[in-house]
């Protein structure tokens, strides 16, 4: 049996109906409107619980909830949950689950599954998995045939593009650059033509040299929103053009500290056309008499069209070309 965890605040508590193959949770519901219930908080089961991202107030009733319940907190750094806890009276039993020892832990954590325990998996700030540690424990839990189940709350990335200004119905969350030059800025190149947003997290020490590279690749011309130490008493917010955001990091030291997420325009879909030239046809055309280089250099005098993009678009062309003879 599971220990019984009381969700409900000012309404009658209802019942919880619990999948006991997926561990999958269906609430009950009044007139289409979520309400509070009872729920309870399975044996043998993996809880992926979200937590603050910088304010301790946060997180979730469901998730404190959880992490009373459990009889394992498996945390990224115990150090860090230790200090969530104690914040809200919850003694747990804590084991470390962190980059350097996921694949043991996640050993670790399927036999304590296997012993019936619960238990709740928990990174430092923000969604286990998501550009943190979490996903091997998650697969080697779910190889093993047990239930996962999910407690949704606080994420970095949703938080700034809630407050981005950006129509963010398409992103394609790109986590951390790699932290060498030349592999991020190949990494960036490939990203240039993406029309949907991007959405990078980034350290206080890399964060001016990862920007200028995403000037270099994308143009300046492209709107950044830049965040910092979200949720915390110094939060920030800039939005500006891609060639003034460096200059922005720069004026003040303070612009420069804490963790940062950083959001990026994406390519304008009509990137194939420039004041009515079919870009395609442009490059087609050269490339048929030039070799790559010199036929993009001439295309961007033309068109005045993005270098990098119309670079990957000439490498795709020329391969499509190789494979058609």
């Known amino acids: 049996?599971?220990?019984?965890?009381?969700?409900?605040?000012?309404?009658?508590?209802?019942?919880?109906?619990?999948?006991?193959?997926?561990?999958?949770?269906?609430?009950?519901?009044?007139?289409?409107?979520?309400?509070?219930?009872?729920?309870?908080?399975?044996?043998?089961?993996?809880?992926?619980?979200?937590?603050?991202?910088?304010?301790?107030?946060?997180?979730?009733?469901?998730?404190?909830?959880v992490l009373k319940a459990a009889d394992v907190i498996a945390a990224e750094d115990t150090r860090v949950t230790i200090r969530l806890l104690n914040r809200h009276g919850i003694a747990g039993r804590l084991v470390a689950v962190h980059e350097h020892n996921e694949r043991r832990a996640a050993e670790r954590v399927t036999e304590l599954l296997a012993e019936g325990k619960t238990v709740a998996l928990v990174s430092d700030a923000g969604t286990p998995g998501i550009a943190d540690p979490g996903a091997q424990v998650v697969a080697a839990v779910r190889t093993a045939g047990y239930a996962v189940v999910p407690i949704p709350g606080p994420n970095a990335a949703a938080t700034v593009l809630s407050a981005s200004g950006f129509e963010a119905s398409r992103f394609l969350f790109c986590g951390f650059l790699p932290s060498r030059a030349a592999e991020r800025r190949r990494l960036l190149a490939e990203l240039a033509a993406q029309t949907a947003l991007l959405v990078f997290y980034e350290a206080p020490h890399r964060v001016a040299d990862c920007v200028a590279d995403l000037c270099a690749a994308f143009g300046g011309a492209r709107t950044i929103v830049i965040a910092r130490e979200l949720t915390k008493i110094h939060e920030t917010l800039h939005r500006c053009r891609l060639d003034e955001a460096l200059a922005w990091l720069e004026a003040d030291d303070n612009h420069r500290r804490g963790e940062f997420v950083l959001v990026v325009e994406g390519a304008v879909a009509a990137e194939s056309t420039v004041a009515g030239v079919d870009i395609e046809t442009v490059l087609k055309t050269l490339l048929a008499e030039l070799p790559v280089k010199q036929a993009v250099a001439l295309a961007v005098k033309l068109t005045d069209g993005n270098r990098n993009v119309l670079y990957k678009r000439a490498l795709t062309l020329k391969s499509k070309n190789r494979d058609e003879t």
């Open 1 to 65: 049996m599971g220990h019984p965890v009381n969700l409900s605040m000012n309404e009658p508590a209802m019942e919880r109906n619990v999948d006991t193959d997926s561990g999958m949770v269906s609430d009950g519901m009044i007139n289409d409107e979520m309400v509070d219930v009872t729920a309870t908080v399975n044996k043998a089961t993996l809880y992926v619980v979200a937590t603050p991202i910088g304010n301790l107030g946060d997180i979730t009733l469901r998730a404190l909830e």
